[in-house]
């Protein structure tokens, strides 16, 4: 047995069930262990994809969508500055994964085995792929030694899952890989237990909610475990707390039809903080902006990481910090707060009374608000839906309210260009369920198109995209017009770099790998398109290309 061997039989036995790979020919000793030498239970399931931005966003969506431990294989250093973006996005979003990319380091110079001059010249930097990707991760690292390669397999894998929750990065010789194992293989190692809260803060916060004549909760990743989102429907029920979710949720939090939902809140964030006497930040990282801005009597801040250690200011007034696991906080709030005997005031009333009223309307224009609301008739209960549009977000959040807990993923942080294969990894983790992405035209040019679609096909990942065309970049010509109210770009209608022109043919790229695809561009065409895009996608890739007016109509 070698050490090629080991590594597969390390991350199986470490719980690692499956490997997202865009490697290249450093990982040839890792080929031959998988060509039938193991029984397939013992080693993880390898799936080849075709880019690197493609293996980790897929390893994301996958971990955010199933809470198991994906493993990534990467082509040295120039595959893992691909995978850098994607990588730094699962540092800040706390998704964890032990990520691998080969190297060399005998360079051939006997008695180290020919590996090629292409190590030499062509693929190697100081201090290798490690020191590349540092920045990106929690924690990276080359093994000293072919005896260290198992046991700092375990450790990647027990430190991925350790608080704060996040990718690990591994650096493996390909000389290691080919020597023989000369040790027994370890034994599995254990992995890290939540981190309890504090209960002496917990009853300080419980005391506050029972005690609160407006409380207010905040939360954008409560919903990471589905488990919270009745958590904190109870919580809300006990203390009578508006629950809003602030700008940027990347999960579904909580019911958008339950009376205490106040609603994704954007602008007038400060202004409603402002008017409650306790704040709960439930996972909440930008909980209102400015930061600075809300002064709150009582501001309680909970989660994994809630003063966010991996960001370069964070500055919220918060007189409490209760770190630890998020669902075992509120799991101990909801013992602890004695139940109102009376309903409290919602600090607004619910906005689902408007949505609804707005929903029942008939469309005429067909726009974002129209597409949201024909996709919230016709997603199927157990939908999915996956989003990387940033103008149209709000939209989408605010109509399509036929969600669930694990039923909404957010996939626009800090850069787009990862939606396609986040969806591809939500779906691959439960093949069962229909999951929809939505896209604006923007975002699908930064992301490794061909790459995702391919390894769509390839293993037969089913999914409906909504692709959000408006010919441009909105929120780009938005930031102009926002800076520059009365300046030249405005008075004359030129917006430079705004403009996706001419607009490209998406359909034909999803038939080229195998899928179905379809223009629309009505109010009439909406729902029947629709229709057959859910229908399609019960058995392949299915796009809608949906036409809007350009975001800049003078170019």
């Known amino acids: 047995m070698t050490n090629s061997d080991l590594f597969l039989l390390c991350l199986r036995r470490m719980g690692v069930e499956r490997i997202y790979a865009s490697p290249g020919s450093d990982w040839a000793p890792v080929w031959e262990a998988l060509a039938g030498k193991h029984a397939p239970d013992s080693v993880p399931q390898y799936i080849s994809v075709r880019h690197e931005e493609t293996a980790v966003s897929m390893a994301s969506g996958y971990a955010r969508a199933s809470g198991k431990l994906p493993a990534v294989m990467l082509h040295t250093t120039v595959g893992a500055l691909h995978a850098a973006m994607c990588l730094r996005a699962a540092l800040h979003e706390r998704v964890p994964m032990v990520v691998f990319a080969g190297e060399s380091i005998g360079f051939s110079e006997p008695p180290s085995p020919m590996l090629g001059r292409q190590w030499l010249r062509l693929l190697t930097d100081t201090g290798g792929p490690a020191r590349l990707i540092e920045p990106c991760v929690k924690w990276s690292v080359g093994p000293n030694a072919p005896a260290l390669l198992g046991h700092t397999i375990q450790r990647a894998c027990q430190l991925a899952q350790s608080a704060p929750l996040g990718p690990v990065f591994v650096s493996v010789p390909t000389e290691y890989l080919l020597d023989p194992v000369t040790a027994p293989l370890p034994a599995p190692a254990a992995l890290p237990s939540p981190v309890a809260p504090d209960h002496a803060a917990l009853a300080e916060l419980a005391a506050a909610l029972s005690n609160a004549k407006h409380p207010l909760i905040v939360t954008e990743e409560a919903g990471r475990d589905p488990r919270n989102v009745e958590r904190l429907v ?96 509120l799991e101990t709030l909801v013992r602890l707060v004695k139940p109102r005997s009376t309903s409290a005031r919602p600090l607004q009333a619910s906005a689902s009374s408007s949505s609804q009223a707005s929903a029942a309307t008939a469309d005429t224009t067909f726009d974002t608000a129209a597409i949201a609301r024909a996709l919230n008739e016709q997603l199927p209960a157990n939908g999915v839906l996956v989003n990387e549009t940033i103008t149209h977000r709000l939209d989408l959040l605010r109509h399509v309210r036929r969600l669930g807990p694990g039923g909404f993923f957010e996939s626009s942080f800090g850069g787009l260009g990862v939606g396609i294969a986040t969806a591809l990894g939500v779906k691959h983790a439960d093949p069962q369920r229909t999951v929809v992405l939505a896209i604006g035209d923007g975002a699908f040019h930064y992301n490794p198109v061909v790459g995702s679609l391919g390894a769509a096909q390839e293993h037969g990942i089913n999914l409906l995209v909504i692709l959000f065309d408006n010919a441009g970049y909105r929120s780009q010509r938005g930031d102009v017009i926002t800076y520059y109210p009365d300046g030249q770009a405005v008075r004359s209608g030129r917006f430079a770099g705004t403009a996706i022109d001419p607009r490209p043919d998406y359909v034909k790229l999803a038939e080229a790998y195998g899928g179905f695809g379809e223009r629309v561009s009505t109010i009439a065409q909406l729902r029947p398109a629709l229709e057959r895009g859910f229908e399609q996608a019960r058995y392949r890739l299915a796009l809608l290309h949906m036409v809007l007016p350009p975001a800049n109509p003078t170019t």
Do not use: C, K
Request: no cysteine; proline share 9%.
């Open 234 to 329: 109870t919580l809300a029920e006990a203390s009578g707390a508006t629950v809003v979710e602030a700008w940027q949720p990347y999960y579904f939090n909580f019911p958008r039809d339950h009376a205490l939902y106040g609603g994704i809140v954007a602008e007038d964030m400060v202004a409603r903080a402002q008017s409650a006497d306790v704040i709960v930040l439930a996972d909440a990282v930008v909980p209102w902006h400015p930061a600075s801005a809300v002064t709150a009597p009582q501001i309680f801040a909970l989660g994994e990481d809630p003063l966010r250690s991996h960001l370069p200011h964070w500055s919220v007034p918060a007189t409490r910090i209760i770190p630890g696991d998020l669902g075992v906080a």
